[in-house]
């Protein structure tokens, strides 16, 4: 049955652009700040947690208590890690490097396999360094898999080397690789069958030489678990059970890897270790390597900043799992989360990694089923078109639930949770209401992929247009925790706001005094005293709220 699916079938990164703080918060352990944010969340989701630092941390938990026998979740027990599998990868090209049987600037057609035609740009070929920092410039996935893959619930099972060429032939590089920064799984599969190709052995083998086998991973693998390995089932968002992903030969590298937290302990470990000259090449793919779109990256490894101290991270999602890994090379630390649990449509792992970090930074909290507001049901209320999904639906009230139908397929309920988002109750998907600059809509967000929707019975609101002289009122900065702010600069068409190490986001306005930059899920709101002035900053963004004074 065809329910509002709209497929895109991404392993999730999620890149971390505003990090929250609140102040004030008691020291617990691990296991007590772990529960602060799962326990009754309506997913049921159950996580597997290390926090390495002077000593390694590790803690189990589920939303419901019960689970942890029933699901059999341990430390040794193995998850689908997704995008975690790409830093593997990383390890593999990185070792090749280091071995001078590769270089970050060959191009990709010439470790493919023959029949191989990589499309360029102005003559400018896609490189090596182009995949691995995600500005190759070709899609999110193979074009065989937007329209209709033979199991949406295990999509990457029925690729062939044949769909790759196929959906090669599809793709019009937009600008020149190197430049801008667009995830893609579909480049990474193709360096996995690439480095397997050109190094005339399995992916696998590379796998066990460059990773698994000098790092220890004793329980990790690809397509046949190891004998005794307890395999977790994944779930969708919902709480009910949903399929393994599978792989085909020599693709594992973009997400088909399975590991313990165990053995991500291992590998967080060497990638602290500089001084392991037989784990160097681990070290090698740390390094920043390009900025596409202001995001620094090294060989997969994303870079991120939180006040002085620099983070590498990777995040990843299947259909049945979520996962994170962080790492800080200077202070020594990790932290690593595996879910058995999709949560790539309700924000993945981030939040909960930063809270880990600093007893100072606020858990997120659970997302628990609770009623929708009625005037939020009669705002919602009316005819919307997913354009980038060829899609047009329904939504309305109905006894005090939301319902929606798109055209051809049948109505489905909504629940309403805590965090102020609609959820199918039958379909792995999320509806987040969005203020936007001609009303009240909402972002849909399915298979690791958001769209925002357009509303088609308010095609006469005018958007927001701010008074332009107000403009330079909000121009300063804002400290809001200490290391981190917001910087605000007046355009000559609105304004700019920059987080601290970050690229500066021009943001839409949506009423007096309030803005939006939608794809982080960011809300801003300028406070003015009593006498009209611009006082303080607040910005909204992952259920949380947090203010600072103008300075």
């Not at 941390?57 to 208590?65: D, S």
Request: hydrophobic share 35%.
């Amino acid at each position: 049955m065809q329910t509002l699916k709209i497929t895109a079938i991404l392993i999730a990164s999620y890149i971390f652009i505003f990090p929250i703080e609140a102040q004030g918060a008691k020291p617990m352990s691990l296991e007590e700040r772990l529960q602060e944010s799962i326990a009754g969340d309506r997913t049921g989701k159950c996580l597997v947690v290390a926090k390495i630092g002077q000593k390694v941390q590790r803690a189990k938990v589920c939303a419901n208590k019960a689970d942890l026998n029933d699901r059999s979740i341990d430390f040794d027990t193995t998850f689908e890690i997704g995008s975690i599998s790409k830093l593997m990868t990383g390890n593999v090209l990185a070792g090749l490097i280091n071995e001078k049987k590769l270089t970050l600037n060959d191009t990709l057609e010439s470790i493919l396999p023959p029949g191989f035609k990589v499309p360029k740009y102005q003559n400018k070929p896609i490189l090596l360094k182009h995949v691995v920092t995600h500005s190759s410039g070709l899609p999110a996935i193979p074009s065989v898999l937007t329209s209709a893959p033979s199991d949406p619930d295990n999509p990457y099972s029925s690729l062939t080397e044949k769909s790759l060429k196929t959906s090669l032939q599809d793709v019009t590089l937009g600008s020149a690789p190197g430049t801008q920064m667009q995830y893609s799984n579909f480049a990474m599969i193709l360096l996995s069958l690439g480095l397997a190709h050109a190094s005339n052995v399995s992916f696998d083998e590379l796998l066990a030489k460059y990773v698994f086998s000098p790092v220890g991973m004793k329980s990790a693998f690809t397509a046949q678990p190891k004998k005794g390995t307890v395999f977790a089932d994944g779930h969708i968002q919902t709480g009910k059970k949903t399929s393994h992903w599978d792989f085909p030969t020599n693709m594992h590298g973009v997400g088909g890897i399975r590991a313990s937290l165990n053995d991500l302990v291992l590998y967080a470990q060497a990638n602290l270790d500089s001084n392991n000259k037989k784990l160097s090449h681990l070290i090698t793919a740390q390094k920043a390597i390009l900025s596409p779109s202001e995001q620094t990256i090294g060989i997969n490894w994303f870079h991120s900043k939180l006040g002085e101290q620099e983070f590498l991270f990777h995040e990843g999602g299947t259909g049945g799992f979520s996962s994170l890994i962080m790492i800080n090379p200077n202070s020594k630390t990790a932290i690593i989360i595996l879910s058995d649990t999709a949560l790539t449509n309700i924000g993945g792992l981030g939040e909960l990694a930063f809270s880990l970090i600093s007893s100072d930074i606020e858990a997120p909290k659970p997302r628990v089923t609770i009623e929708a507001p009625q005037d939020l049901l009669k705002q919602l209320s009316g005819e919307y078109e997913l354009t980038e999904a060829n899609l047009k639906l329904s939504l309305w009230s109905e006894k005090g639930k939301l319902f929606g139908q798109a055209t051809g397929q049948q109505k489905i309920e909504f629940a309403y949770d805590s965090h102020g988002d609609f959820y199918p109750i039958s379909v792995d998907a999320l509806l987040k209401p969005a203020k936007s600059s001609t009303g009240l809509t909402f972002d849909w967000f399915q298979g690791g992929g958001s769209i925002r929707a357009k509303r088609l019975d308010m095609a006469t609101t005018k958007e927001f247009v701010p008074d332009s002289k107000h403009l330079t009122e909000y121009a300063g900065t804002y400290p809001l925790i200490d290391g981190f702010g917001l910087t605000v600069r007046a355009l000559d068409d609105g304004i700019s706001i920059q987080g601290t190490n970050q690229q500066a986001l021009k943001v839409t306005p949506v009423d007096k005094d309030e803005f939006s930059y939608d794809s982080v899920d960011a809300y801003f709101i300028f406070n003015r005293d009593d006498h009209g002035k611009v006082v303080s900053l607040t910005l909204k963004q992952a259920g949380q709220t947090l203010t600072g004074s103008k300075q």
